[in-house]
């Protein structure tokens, strides 16, 4: 069964995602950034910002903002670039710029504090951005025509409807979302759902393993050549794994007909 949560859980972390996702991507990297995981922390600050390049909807400003402490920190920290730091904290001052790091995150007198006030959320250059196909830019969840050219931002295609089309957590380099660009966070679910259809298959598997191993312990209870002290072994390992393949295989079917609805609406 651990294996079977691995990989449904894996399949979670996919695109499309929410604003919801990102918050929980950054609470996982505070507590490995608390825990001294460094490994952790990567790998959760990077799901988060996967999960701006495949937002379905427009996330919280604060969670825009703590997206770009964290991408700082982790360039300060983890990656030793204080100028990329530097770029990331200015994106999350120019959103929430009366904000101060917890102590319990950043000790008093640490050099990221200073790096963190020193920027200048409102200076620096800008550079127009080129009308949608469809839709309109949003940066940094207000619509815009121009963004912040020397600093990281979350660029959003935005239809009339408020529907999102395409998200890109852009570093100044980088090139602004366009909706074809992002078939994968669009709201239109096309196919089975895939967490709950690779559920089903790693359930009917487990259920097939069971039945098999019930089946052969059926077969020696039987077998004129089993010794009788193994009887009651044999009888309560049939009965057990039996059980099991019953109800993993009820859970199989279950998460099968949910793969097919969901995938549908």
């Not at 039987?222 to 019953?246: I, M, Y």
Request: negative net charge.
């Amino acid at each position: 069964m651990f294996l079977l949560a691995l990989v449904t859980g894996a399949a979670y972390a996919a695109c499309p995602s929410t604003g919801a996702d990102i918050d929980r991507a950054l609470g996982d990297a505070e507590a490995a950034y608390t825990g001294m995981d460094m490994e952790g922390f990567r790998a959760a600050v990077d799901l988060a910002v996967a999960g701006a390049d495949c937002l379905l909807e427009r996330p919280a400003r604060a969670t825009i903002a703590s997206l770009h402490r964290f991408v700082g920190l982790r360039a300060f920290f983890v990656d030793d670039d204080p100028a990329r730091a530097a770029e990331a904290f200015a994106s999350a001052r120019a959103i929430e710029p009366a904000y101060s790091f917890p102590e319990s995150l950043v000790p008093a007198g640490h050099p990221v504090l200073g790096a963190y006030r020193d920027q200048d959320p409102v200076a620096g250059p800008r550079a127009p951005l080129t009308t949608p196909a469809m839709g309109h830019f949003e940066v940094e969840g207000r619509v815009a025509t121009q963004r912040p050219s020397d600093r990281p931002v979350l660029i959003q295609v935005v239809l009339d409807d408020g529907s999102v089309q395409g998200s890109s957590y852009s570093w100044r380099t980088e090139p602004a979302p366009q909706p074809a660009m992002v078939a994968a966070a669009s709201p239109v679910k096309k196919g089975p759902n895939l967490p709950l259809a690779i559920t089903a298959g790693a359930s009917l598997a487990v259920a097939g393993l069971s039945y098999g191993l019930a089946y052969g312990a059926h077969a020696d209870y039987f077998d004129p050549s089993t010794p009788r002290s193994d009887l009651d072994g044999l009888r309560d390992k049939n009965n057990a794994l039996f059980a099991t393949s019953v109800g993993v295989g009820v859970l199989a079917l279950g998460a099968g007909v949910g793969a097919v609805v969901a995938g549908r609406w």
